[in-house]
């Protein structure tokens, strides 16, 4: 059964930081990997999708790594504001069509 | 183009009622996930519905069942509520060969 960890849980930074989220998982066959925002209350927002053949995508200040040997990504956000205040997820794909989320990261960015 | 739209947006129930979600899917995706949500957690899947079966099934009980209809739409319904159905309701849409979601604003479950 695929297990998905976000470290961390929390996060609290002034405005400007350069950050880096990080999403691991237990079975490295995956297909894909996908990270969503989440405002408070609200539903999710696409970020980032990365197949399993693909090692990064990036859009705008936002990049996101897999790699699958070691069951981990991560998702980096250059130059934080406080309109990227959230919860980001993870999730995984494999062969069931069936993306296993994980807790998420909830993220403060204060001007 | 509308995306994934979610009825109603809040709802109260009380304990042993009964309950419907619906969902209409982005335009040209057919087809329809359905996550619950409890705070502070990530989306658990519920189940998914393509060509009005249901593909795949998560870990949840019989009381919670779902349809879709032949205009991709679906609704989630749950019986017997418990205190422990609250949560919020998401439905997300893709095309029957991606893995791809795209999700809804969510329906918010409280049961008293």
């Known amino acids: 059964k695929q297990e998905v960890t976000q470290i961390p849980a929390a996060l609290s930074v002034p405005e400007g930081e350069n950050l880096v989220l990080n999403c691991s998982f237990t079975?490295?066959?995956?297909?894909?990997l996908q990270w969503f925002r989440q405002d408070p209350g609200k539903g999710l927002t696409s970020l980032l999708l990365?197949?399993?053949?693909?090692r990064e995508q990036t859009s705008g200040r936002l990049n996101a790594s897999l790699d699958k040997s070691s069951g981990r990504s991560t998702l980096y956000i250059a130059a934080s504001q406080p309109g990227d205040s959230a919860t980001y997820l993870c999730?995984?794909?494999?062969?069931?069509?069936?993306?296993?989320f994980g807790r998420g990261t909830s993220l403060i960015v204060h001007p | 183009d509308a995306g994934v739209t979610q009825s109603p947006t809040h709802l109260i129930k009380t304990r042993g009622q009964q309950v419907t979600l619906r969902c209409s899917p982005k335009?040209?995706?057919?087809?329809v996930s359905w996550y619950q949500q409890a705070l502070g957690q990530g989306p658990q899947f519920i189940f998914q519905?393509?060509?009005?079966?249901?593909?795949q099934r998560g870990n949840f009980p019989d009381r919670f069942s779902g349809h879709q209809f032949p205009n991709y739409s679906s609704e989630l319904n749950v019986n017997a509520l418990l205190l422990g159905d609250s949560a919020l309701y998401l439905c997300?849409?893709?095309?029957?060969?991606?893995?791809?979601?795209?999700f809804g604003p969510g329906t918010r479950l409280t049961v008293t």
């Open positions: 519905y393509y060509e009005e079966e249901e593909r």
């Open positions: 079975d490295s066959a995956i297909y894909n």
């Open positions: 999730a995984v794909g494999g062969g069931s069509y069936i993306p296993t």
């Open positions: 997300a849409s893709g095309t029957g060969g991606s893995y791809e979601q795209y």
């Open positions: 990365i197949q399993s053949s693909q």
């Open positions: 335009s040209g995706h057919d087809t």
